[in-house]
């Protein structure tokens, strides 16, 4: 099992250095993931824009969104959520 293990990384590391050489040649990353930006920055842009949402839901999980990102993480549901409700709103990614 250790084999295993040991040739894992040294492949792994053989990846991460290719991956290195090629953005240092001006070559982008084979894989880029689209972020969100930080949960309360979206939540007040959604709060911002709160007057487009026409589900009461939607318009109250936004205002509780607006102060609860300041103070606590969200679970993964409030997250996707927002992140839902952020895009609807024509936030950015």
Request: hydrophobic letters at 35%.
């Amino acid at each position: 099992m250790q084999a295993i293990l040991d040739k894992g990384i040294e492949i792994g590391i053989k990846r991460e250095r290719a991956g290195q050489q090629s953005r240092s040649n001006g070559g982008a990353p084979h894989h880029v993931t689209p972020q969100f930006p930080p949960a309360r920055d979206m939540a007040m842009h959604c709060y911002q824009n709160i007057d487009e949402l026409r589900s009461d839901w939607e318009r109250e999980f936004i205002t509780n969104m607006a102060s609860w990102t300041r103070t606590r993480p969200l679970s993964v549901k409030q997250q996707a959520h927002l992140e839902k409700i952020y895009l609807k709103l024509g936030g950015k990614v």
